[in-house]
């Protein structure tokens, strides 16, 4: 019995020791998580604005293309008019 006794006072000491590693590894944690926040909020609103201006781009598409449609039909149409 004497010579396990001074063990588990080194492990009771070494688990305290080990809980306060953890409580202090948390407090770490939450630091940079608090320092990386507006850092993760900036990277969020470029990531909309870059997503807004792929629709806008998109939509320029569309446009583009039915404009061409249009002017097409508006060369065929006066070709027709001068055919006649």
Known sequence: MFIIEPYEENIKIAMEELNELKAK???????CFNLLKPYR??????ELKEEKHENILFDLMIAQD???DVLEKLCDE?????DN
Not at 41 to 46: A, C, V, W
Not at 78 to 82: A, G, R, V
Request: aromatic share 10%; charged share 35%.
């Open 25 to 31: 590894l948390f407090i770490e944690k939450s630091n």
């Open 78 to 82: 006066i070709m027709s008019l001068e």
């Open 66 to 68: 039915l404009y061409e």
């Open 41 to 46: 909020d900036k990277l969020s609103e470029i």
